[in-house]
Every structure is written in structure tokens, then in C-alpha cells.
């Protein structure tokens, strides 16, 4: 019913950008908040950053200054361009967005991931 389709991760060496994107199709009434998260091996899922319909923006602290999240709203498409990769930012990214579909309540929906790779 609902698909989220990411791209944009790859190998890229400290202080380079990568830009990722996450497309939402499906039987789509609503978008509301999109945003992107991280998983590093052994380690929990984090928050990097989501972003409103309206724009408003939420950072974690390690992306702020580095990181900017940003939507279409007429593509359901949220973007996350990178700059100044540390090796720390090496994880698998995930898109989410939570939907509203015909006859449903809005729920979270996940992207498949996609793996950043930082080296040093």
C-alpha cells in the first residue's frame, strides 16, 4: 500500500557529501513528518533528522552545522544532504514518514535502508 524508496548511500571519504533521498508512493492521502534515521553496528536506531509539511526541521546534535533535511512535498520526497562525512557517521540510514492512507489512521512507515560507508 505504501513504499518508501531510498537512494543516494555509498563509500565516500571524510569531509565529502553524499545526498540521500526517500520517495513515498502508494495509496497516499496524507504525508506528515518525514525524517531520516541511523543504525551503526551495535548500536540502537537514532534520530538524525525529520521535518514538518511546513518546513520546521529537528536535528540531532552530531548533524547540526553538517547535515540538512529537506522535503517536496508535491514528490513525497525527503532529501538529507551530508557535508563534512566523519567516520562516525558510517551506519545504515533510514528514511520514515508517517502516512495517512484511505481508511487507515496515520502510522510510521520505513524505508528498506541504505549504507553510508565514512572512511578515514
Known amino acids: 500500500q505504501v513504499q518508501l524508496v531510498e537512494s543516494g548511500g555509498g563509500l565516500v571519504q571524510a569531509g565529502g557529501s553524499l545526498r540521500l533521498s526517500c520517495a513515498a508512493s502508494?495509496?497516499?492521502?496524507?504525508?506528515?513528518?518525514m525524517g531520516w534515521y541511523r543504525q551503526a553496528p551495535g548500536k540502537q536506531r537514532e534520530l538524525v533528522a525529520n521535518?514538518?509539511?511546513?518546513?520546521?526541521?529537528n536535528y540531532a546534535d552530531s548533524a547540526k552545522g553538517r547535515f540538512t533535511i529537506s522535503r517536496d512535498n508535491a514528490k513525497n520526497t525527503v532529501y538529507l544532504q551530508m557535508n563534512s562525512l566523519k567516520p562516525e557517521d558510517t551506519a545504515v540510514y533510514y528514511c520514515?514518514?508517517?502516512?495517512?492512507?484511505?481508511?487507515?489512521?496515520?502510522?510510521?512507515?520505513w524505508g528498506q535502508g541504505t549504507q553510508v560507508t565514512v572512511s578515514s
Open positions: 520514515m514518514s508517517r502516512i495517512k492512507i484511505i481508511l487507515r489512521a496515520r502510522q510510521d512507515y
Open positions: 521535518i514538518t509539511p511546513g518546513g520546521t526541521t
Open positions: 502508494g495509496s497516499i492521502v496524507y504525508v506528515d513528518a
